[in-house]
């Protein structure tokens, strides 16, 4: 199947970072985020033959529900990390904005007289977010009491301003998350009404720096950045997605075993150093001169007063406290390993 349509990357602002970055923590940030895949699933085994593609236990799972599991390669790397989703009549699946075409060639390459059919559909749907404290009671204003009260990954139909919408409750973090799916026709009508409708309640429109600095502090990993096929799903702390009694899925002996034999040789960690530069991704983690991770994501926390990011650092160094250095511009730069998320 062809996913080569291209979808228009969200702004980097609307207004300051600062006001951006307060409304996402004190408020709620509406965020346009049509550039996440949507991949539709149907057909009697579909649930089935992903349970069998991917790390958790997904065959239980009823309308209106949903779970995070990791696709795997058969080295036990991360392909992707989808957000699956049960509807009456399909499933839903949201993938990294760049793993559209891989998600869709895997799920195809594993079929054969399966009954699956897989089909992109972000071309033809809109996706927005609502992030932060004020979420659940703005969504309720909006959606209804129902969707304010999904519980983490549940999903349901709703009319928000007269257009039929699909919500989803996906935390960002700690931060209470609904995002709203509806047709590409409807988008512009959508993202007016919802930035309408929440002003009154504090919220307004965020940018993708805006959102990078709150994800990079609350820990949430990236497709592309923390989320490849250079690392394994124990490496990048998604152990909560992993089940461990279901049966046989792509990749599942070499994830048993890192398990079993405690043999994950590095981790996703926080770091922090005492300035505001942004150290490139893939600058070198070094302890004694020798290297011991690379960073992954960083940005200037305006809260916090220092640069933090992500990264992964070898077992021996990644527990928090751990003292590391980078080479910046020809200077060497202490970073300390933290704890996420960022406090």
């Known amino acids: 199947m062809s996913t080569s349509t291209h979808v228009e990357a969200p702004p980097e602002r609307y207004a300051t970072h600062g006001e951006e970055y307060d409304a996402l923590t004190r408020a709620a940030g509406l965020a346009q985020r049509s550039h996440l895949g ?4 149907t057909g009697e085994d579909a649930l089935d033959l992903l349970n069998r593609l ?6 239980d799972l009823t309308p209106g529900e949903g779970m995070y599991s990791v696709l795997t390669s058969a080295k036990g790397r991360i392909v992707d990390l989808l957000l699956v989703l049960m509807l009456e009549d399909r499933l839903l699946l949201v993938v990294g904005p760049d793993a559209r075409e891989r998600v869709a060639e895997w799920i195809d390459f594993y079929t054969f007289v399966e ?19 004020s979420a659940a ?14 519980p983490l990954y549940g999903v349901c139909a709703a009319n928000v301003g007269g257009l039929s919408v699909t919500v989803i409750r996906d935390d960002f973090g700690e931060l209470p998350g609904f995002n709203f ?9 959508m993202w007016r009404y919802l930035v ?35 690392y394994n799903p124990l490496e990048a702390g998604l152990l909560k997605h ?21 043999k994950v040789s590095k981790y996703l960690v926080g770091l922090s150093w005492d300035s505001l530069e942004m150290p490139p991704v893939g600058a070198s983690l070094n302890v004694d001169g020798k290297r011991s991770g690379v960073v992954t994501s960083s940005v200037g926390s305006e809260r916090l007063g220092r640069g933090i990011g992500l990264g992964y650092v070898r077992k021996a160094h990644a527990g928090p406290g751990s003292n590391l250095t980078l080479e910046q511009g020809g200077r060497e730069i202490k970073v300390r390993v933290e704890a996420l998320p960022f406090r």
């Open 38 to 41: 949507r991949i539709e699933l």
């Open 242 to 262: 992993i089940s461990f009694s279901k049966g046989c899925y792509i990749g599942q002996e070499v994830i048993a075993r890192l398990d079993t034999y405690k």
């Open 54 to 59: 991917s790390t958790n236990k997904l065959e």
């Open 137 to 150: 009671g703005i969504v309720e204003e909006i959606a209804g009491e129902g969707a304010a009260a999904l």
């Open 196 to 230: 309408e409708r929440s002003a009154g309640d504090g919220a307004r429109p965020v940018g993708s720096l805006a959102l990078e600095s709150v994800r990079v502090e609350q820990g949430v990993p990236a497709p592309g950045r923390e989320l490849s096929e250079d």
């Open 115 to 133: 009954d699956v059919t897989a089909r992109d559909v972000t071309p033809d749907t809109a996706m927005f977010s609502l992030i932060g404290p």
């Open 181 to 189: 799916i509806a047709p590409a026709s409807d988008g512009e009508r």
